[in-house]
């Protein structure tokens, strides 16, 4: 991903990643924008089943709290998937809040169960000094991607025109009504 920002921490790019080594974050932190390459764009496309590569751009800031990094910002996006009905294309317009909490890990026992309350689900472990910010940053869109995207209905009911009558009535049908006709022939 190309990034800008002032200096302050150094960020090392590599496809879909943009891994920032926390040792030479400053104490006033770290303020970039993230926008994946053409070559990122269409690893994107592929990892999340796209039908052509996203746009993208990400504005981050990174900061210490104590021994705590945080990561805050704002995606946007704008993908176009395939409808789960008809296969058309579904365009996708993103605009998602990050806000992640990176706490290290206990010194003593890296494997060390955290107990984590309900205001603690947004924190990541933190080991190895670095974080990888392209990697947060495809998450967080993977996420926000509607999972179900569906077109307008003249491309669903265009779709419908070349469903057999009998594949129409296998959609119809109860999943459970396929297991008790399983079931009933068992017996």
């Given at each position: 991903?190309?990034?800008?920002?002032?200096?302050?921490?150094?960020?090392?790019?590599?496809?879909?990643?943009?891994?920032?080594?926390?040792?030479?974050l400053?104490?006033?932190?770290?303020?970039?924008?993230?926008?994946?390459?053409?070559?990122?764009?269409?690893a994107?496309?592929?990892?999340?089943?796209?039908?052509?590569?996203?746009?993208?751009?990400?504005?981050?800031?990174?900061?210490?709290?104590?021994?705590?990094?945080?990561?805050?910002?704002?995606?946007?996006?704008?993908?176009?998937?395939?409808?789960?009905?008809?296969?058309?294309?579904?365009?996708?317009?993103?605009?998602?809040?990050?806000?992640?909490?990176?706490?290290?890990?206990p010194?003593?026992?890296?494997?060390?169960?955290?107990?984590?309350?309900?205001d603690?689900?947004?924190?990541?472990?933190?080991?190895?000094?670095?974080?990888?910010?392209?990697?947060?940053?495809?998450?967080?869109?993977?996420?926000?991607?509607?999972?179900?995207?569906?077109?307008?209905?003249?491309?669903?009911?265009?779709a419908?025109?070349?469903?057999?009558?009998?594949?129409?009535?296998?959609?119809?049908?109860?999943?459970?009504?396929?297991?008790?006709?399983?079931?009933?022939?068992?017996?």
């Open positions: 991903m190309r990034h800008a920002g002032p200096s302050g921490g150094t960020a090392m790019t590599h496809a879909l990643t943009t891994v920032l080594k926390l040792d030479e400053s104490p006033a932190g770290l303020a970039l924008t993230l926008v994946p390459t053409p070559d990122e764009q269409a994107l496309a592929e990892r999340f089943g796209l039908l052509e590569p996203p746009e993208l751009h990400a504005e981050l800031t990174v900061r210490t709290e104590g021994e705590d990094v945080r990561v805050f910002g704002r995606l946007r996006a704008h993908a176009v998937q395939a409808c789960v009905l008809s296969g058309a294309p579904v365009p996708e317009d993103i605009e998602e809040a990050i806000d992640t909490l990176y706490r290290r890990l010194a003593n026992d890296p494997h060390a169960e955290i107990e984590l309350s309900e603690d689900l947004d924190i990541e472990p933190l080991a190895g000094g670095q974080i990888d910010l392209g990697e947060l940053v495809a998450q967080c869109f993977g996420v926000a991607l509607n999972p179900y995207p569906h077109a307008s209905g003249d491309a669903v009911a265009e419908r025109r070349f469903v057999s009558d009998e594949e129409a009535e296998a959609i119809r049908r109860n999943p459970f009504a396929v297991l008790k006709q399983a079931h009933d022939l068992g017996e």
